[in-house]
Every structure is written in structure tokens, then in C-alpha cells.
């Protein structure tokens, strides 16, 4: 059965954006680029919500016609052309190529798509991982944590009555000081979901 991997930057006081919604703090260099274009690149679809999908839409389809885009710039600009893109929204009336819109994140359908064959999937937007995350829907979580304390903005998972135990599978560091926090669910027992 394919997983399901929210891949999220946070700064490391734990926001993903800004009180703006802004990720210019991003410390985002060709190596931890070439690295997300890596995995990506073996993902069978993206799943996100409006807001992850429209910025992503609004830059990357023609990313790689622009004379100040990086090689992994480019490169990613034609994995996310080529990659289909589940759409979670109630309101978006049309997407672009290569792209569907899913009402609601019902989990029978979710179970059904992670039942097909193919590679893991990725899942984008704090909201829609939310969801995810109260379905127990998630795999793996792979963190990104920025050498950067922003001081406010959104947290990366919101406030739960719930406990969610996890078990490191793998850390690294890259050159500019991002550190890769990989973990999955731990199954069972003490601080499993609930």
C-alpha cells in the first residue's frame, strides 16, 4: 500500500509561514532543493489544499522558462507539471492541467487511493493536513526545520485534545543549516493517536 507523506518546512520555533503567510524565510539552496526533487520526483500524486495549490500553480508551471531560475528551479518546475494533483476545495471551480478537485476528504476514497498501485504520495497545506492527520490518514511525516525563529505565524499542527506518538526513522543535516526530521506513526500503546 503507497503512504502518505506531509512534507512541511517549519521554522524552529515550529511555524510553517509567517503571520502574513509569508515564507521568505525559507532557506531553500540547490542542494535542499536537488534533495526535494529527488523524492518528489518518485511521488505519484500531490495532494493539496486551495491555498498550497494556488501558490504553487501561480509559479511553478513556467518556472523553468525564467532566466533567473536555478537548475533544481527548473527541474522542479517539470516535476510538478508532470505530477497529477488532487485539489482538496469547496470553492475552486477550475484547476489547471494535470489536476483534479476533491470536495471533501472522505476516507473511504482516501483508503481507495492509497490502495492503488503507484509511489507514495505527498500531501501540502497545514489545513488539509490537519484533516489528514484527525483521520489518522498520515504515514509519514518528514519536517523540515529552518534555522531561522520567526517569533509568530501559524503553527505547523494546530492545538488537538489528542496525542500522536511518533518514531524517528531518520535525521540530517544539510549544508545551510535545515535539518530533516523524518517520522512515522508509533502503532499501538502510549501516545499513539487517539
Given at each position: 500500500m503507497r503512504k502518505i507523506i506531509l512534507s512541511m518546512s517549519v521554522s524552529l520555533d515550529g511555524f510553517f509561514e509567517g503571520p502574513d503567510r509569508e515564507i521568505d524565510w525559507h532557506v531553500v539552496d540547490d542542494e535542499l532543493h536537488g534533495h526535494f526533487n529527488e523524492w518528489l520526483k518518485g511521488m505519484s500524486a500531490f495532494l493539496e489544499g486551495r491555498v498550497t495549490y494556488e501558490l504553487m500553480e501561480e509559479f511553478w508551471p513556467a518556472a523553468d522558462t525564467d532566466p533567473a531560475s536555478t537548475a533544481p528551479?527548473?527541474?522542479?518546475?517539470?516535476?510538478?507539471?508532470?505530477?497529477?494533483?488532487?485539489?482538496?476545495?469547496?470553492?475552486?471551480?477550475?484547476?489547471?492541467?494535470n489536476a483534479t478537485i476533491v470536495r471533501d476528504v472522505v476516507v473511504e476514497d482516501v483508503l481507495a487511493l492509497k490502495a492503488q498501485p503507484g509511489g507514495d504520495m505527498v500531501v501540502g497545506g497545514a489545513d488539509l493536513?490537519?484533516?489528514?492527520?484527525?483521520?489518522?490518514?498520515?504515514?509519514?511525516?518528514?519536517?523540515?526545520?529552518?534555522?531561522?525563529?520567526?517569533?509568530?505565524?501559524?503553527a505547523l499542527f494546530p492545538e488537538s485534545d489528542g496525542r500522536l506518538g511518533l518514531r524517528l526513522t531518520e535525521s540530517r543535516t544539510f549544508g545551510n543549516g535545515v535539518v530533516l526530521l523524518r517520522y512515522e506513526p508509533a502503532t499501538g500503546g502510549e501516545g499513539s493517536a487517539s
Amino acid at each position: 500500500m503507497r503512504k502518505i507523506i506531509l512534507s512541511m518546512s517549519v521554522s524552529l520555533d515550529g511555524f510553517f509561514e509567517g503571520p502574513d503567510r509569508e515564507i521568505d524565510w525559507h532557506v531553500v539552496d540547490d542542494e535542499l532543493h536537488g534533495h526535494f526533487n529527488e523524492w518528489l520526483k518518485g511521488m505519484s500524486a500531490f495532494l493539496e489544499g486551495r491555498v498550497t495549490y494556488e501558490l504553487m500553480e501561480e509559479f511553478w508551471p513556467a518556472a523553468d522558462t525564467d532566466p533567473a531560475s536555478t537548475a533544481p528551479m527548473v527541474e522542479f518546475a517539470g516535476i510538478w507539471r508532470d505530477m497529477p494533483k488532487i485539489v482538496y476545495s469547496r470553492t475552486l471551480e477550475q484547476v489547471g492541467p494535470n489536476a483534479t478537485i476533491v470536495r471533501d476528504v472522505v476516507v473511504e476514497d482516501v483508503l481507495a487511493l492509497k490502495a492503488q498501485p503507484g509511489g507514495d504520495m505527498v500531501v501540502g497545506g497545514a489545513d488539509l493536513a490537519a484533516t489528514f492527520m484527525r483521520h489518522g490518514l498520515i504515514d509519514e511525516y518528514r519536517v523540515y526545520v529552518h534555522p531561522v525563529v520567526i517569533g509568530r505565524g501559524r503553527a505547523l499542527f494546530p492545538e488537538s485534545d489528542g496525542r500522536l506518538g511518533l518514531r524517528l526513522t531518520e535525521s540530517r543535516t544539510f549544508g545551510n543549516g535545515v535539518v530533516l526530521l523524518r517520522y512515522e506513526p508509533a502503532t499501538g500503546g502510549e501516545g499513539s493517536a487517539s
